[in-house]
């Protein structure tokens, strides 16, 4: 039976995967759960897999767990969250944490010497990728962009790779000029044509800053230059992204859109378990079409290849940024249109500029940078 950890348990992947574990309980067992704050998330998952430890790394919420769980599970700070995950993760680690501190999950993970990294938060190899990606041998990517290319490239070599093609769904406001793009709301913005998605990721979407995350985090994965990743929008999500072989050839990998299929194929890697759920049928579907992706209307692919060309601390203050940003989108401060002059504008900063030797150092530039940001964008100033 594999021993499953599930980080970022109160959240979309976090729960989509407790589902899918319930659902095998034979093949499984829930050893770990972490949430930030969210506990009463959590309170069904605790009485059905009575988990090993539990952690909560808000400081409030943490006593609240402590009397609510603490007679029965061990109830883990993040510190001790952190050194929980050297000595003792589970077999798998599935990190659906949200944001670039989902890193430090990662990387206390792969310290473990066995444990395998499923790995959903992309922000931890923006991040964080020049320390990760040494370790790449144990991370099984959950993005299903990056989970279909891993399927592709099952028996194949890597230096046969061509092209990567990652596809985006071209979010909601694909098609649209920048004229139209001045009036759009948090609400219009939210509103995802097909998946299903927490906030930050899902605004990230209509930006197509989520693929120019993606696209630095198939870089780590599976260490093709960037010349080599390229982006097709897809509006029907059926093909998930393709590998071009250097003798022409190319392999996708299909299937509807539900992020439980890439969550469960990391689950059961090398194998494939069988999943009960509606087959994708293509006589159905009709019609599968492909387009370039408007740069000069949506330039965050731009920002991702210009920030990876220059490396040290460029991706990383890329990722905060949009974070911060995408906050002060949702909060009113900015217009959606803004939400790109302020990327811009970070990758113009010296703070970008800087090539930290160690993630420690990277944080702490991160982290001042945040707060600057900030500042000249009227949000609160807080520790995190
Ligand atoms: N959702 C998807 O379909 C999807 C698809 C592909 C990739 N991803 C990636 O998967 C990751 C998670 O996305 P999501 O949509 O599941 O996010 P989400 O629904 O917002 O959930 C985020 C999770 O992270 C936890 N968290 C937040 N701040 C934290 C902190 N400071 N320290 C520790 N944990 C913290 C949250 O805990 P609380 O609830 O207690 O705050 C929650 O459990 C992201 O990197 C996203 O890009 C998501």
Redesign the pocket.
């Known amino acids: 039976m594999r021993r499953v950890s599930v ?8 729960q989509q995967t407790l589902s899918l574990l319930a659902a095998y309980p034979g093949r499984y067992r829930v050893v770990g759960l ?6 009463e ?1 959590l309170s069904e998952w605790v009485s059905l897999f009575s988990p090993e430890w539990v952690a909560v ?2 400081a409030e ?1 943490l006593s609240e767990a402590r009397s609510r769980w603490g007679q029965r599970v061990m109830v883990l700070s ?1 510190k001790e969250f952190y050194s929980h995950l050297e000595s003792d993760p589970g077999d798998i680690v599935v990190n ?4 670039s ?2 890193f430090w ?1 990662s990387w206390h993970t792969l310290q473990h010497p066995t444990a395998v990294l499923a790995l ?4 931890s190899l923006v991040f964080g990728g020049k320390w990760l990606a040494p370790l790449r041998e144990r991370i099984l990517p ?3 962009e990056h989970s279909a290319v891993f399927q592709c490239l099952q028996g194949e070599n890597t230096e046969s790779i061509e092209k990567l093609i990652l596809t985006a769904s071209g979010g909601p406001f694909r098609g649209k000029k920048t004229e139209d793009l001045r009036l759009i709301t948090p609400e219009q913005a939210l509103r995802h044509p097909v ?7 899902t605004i ?1 979407s209509s930006t197509l800053m ?1 693929k120019a ?1 993606e696209l630095i985090e198939a870089y780590w994965l599976f260490a093709v230059p960037q010349e080599k990743i390229e982006v097709w929008i897809h509006p029907e999500c059926i093909i998930h992204s393709l590998v071009l072989f250097h003798d022409g050839s190319m392999k996708a990998q299909l299937s509807l859109p539900d ?1 439980r299929l890439p969550i469960l194929y990391a689950l059961s890697y090398p194998s494939r378990v069988s999943f009960r759920q509606e087959r994708c049928k293509l006589p159905e579907v009709g019609g599968l079409h492909f387009e370039s992706v408007d740069e000069s209307t949506f330039p965050s692919l731009r920002f991702a290849r210009e920030a990876l060309q220059r490396g040290g601390s460029a991706p990383a203050l890329l990722n905060a940024a949009d974070e911060v940003i995408v906050e002060a989108f949702l909060k009113g401060q900015i217009s959606f249109l803004e939400i790109f002059d302020w990327l811009e504008w970070t990758l113009s900063q010296p703070e970008a500029f800087l090539d930290p030797e160690n993630p420690v150092l990277l944080a702490e530039v991160e982290k001042e940078f945040r707060q600057k940001l900030r500042v000249h964008l009227r949000l609160s100033v807080h520790a ?1």
């Open positions: 980080l970022g348990a109160s959240g979309s992947i976090g972490s949430v930030h704050r969210r506990i998330a790394t808000d919420a993040e659906g944490i949200v944001g501190v989902g999950a959903a938060n992309k922000e959950v993005d299903s998946w299903k998605m927490g906030s930050r990721i990230d989520n995350l992020m995190g």
